[in-house]
């Protein structure tokens, strides 16, 4: 994400958040998962089971010594002192898969960090889809922001508030894309979807192939509160855990399904839910800048 995408979305971010509970709706809806969604979980026990390996799958790009490898390679830690902080890049690049990675986030004050993972090809023209997790004050919750960047082009953020406290245990966060649709998934529930609409003129990430990367860095000009809350130093290091970090490819064995993916019914209720009851900021909903996406203009579930 640039620093105009950053400024713009600060104003924002002066709000405190609390978690309330589920509420009834999508708790019936658990007892009758879709059939589709019923795929997913059985994908990501499969991909649990035989997650990758760090070790083999992933660089520590940078940090000097502030990430590790642990467990034998299934788990990854990233920290954050006053000097640096760290990140880690996948050995290959892919061109459509389903991604899933267990985190586990910066707990207490973690205002001004941001922890990430995402998928990026290189150069002006490339290709992203986020997940940045922006911390906050004890007792306010994260938010989650993400972002879709076609041909160089972002501006396309959306931002929730996670029902769960995303740093008491581990929660799966999934990217499946495949030639028609970016979803992007929380614990398997769809959080988002970005669909292809070359027809009506809206790029596409189709030809260039994407490394996944993560980082924990600072950003307290603008990570909490538009920058008003700083990054208190006296509780650093800052850490994050990533463990079984796997990715189905065009090129793996076993399960495709993946490959054309969408939602039915109960998985698009369940899209309704999350965007209705969880969402900070939408790009479509905002007037100043929806006009100038195409894609708009057909969903608000993008």
Known sequence: MNL??????SRGRGRAYHIDPLPSFPLKMANRVSITLLVSLFVSSLLAASAGNFYRDVDITWGDGRGKILRRGNTLSLSLDKTSGAGFQSKR???????????KLVPGNSAGTVTTFY???????????????????????????????TQGQGNREQEFRLWFDPTFKFHTYSVIWNPQR??????????????????????????????????????????TQGGKVKTDWSMAPFTAYYRNF??????????????????DVQGR???????????LYNYCADRRRRFSHRE????RFL
């Open 269 to 279: 209720k369940l899209l309704r839910w999350v965007q209705k009851y969880h969402i």
């Open 296 to 299: 708009c203009t057909r969903s």
């Open 182 to 223: 970016i979803i992007i998934l929380v614990d398997n529930i769809p959080i988002r979807v970005f669909s292809n609409l070359e027809a009506i003129g809206v790029p596409y990430p189709k030809n260039q192939s994407m490394k996944i990367q993560a980082s924990l860095w600072d950003a307290e000009d603008w990570a």
């Open 4 to 9: 105009r995408d950053k400024e713009s979305l």
């Open 119 to 149: 998928l990026t090809s290189q150069g002006n023209k490339h290709d992203e889809i986020d997940f940045e997790f922006l911390g906050n004050q004890s007792g306010n919750p994260y938010t989650l922001h993400t972002n879709v960047y």
């Open 246 to 263: 796997s990715a189905l490819t065009t090129d793996s064995s076993g399960f495709k399904g993946w490959l054309t993916q969408d939602l």
């Open 93 to 103: 690049a892919y061109l459509f898969e389903r991604f899933d990675v267990q985190m």
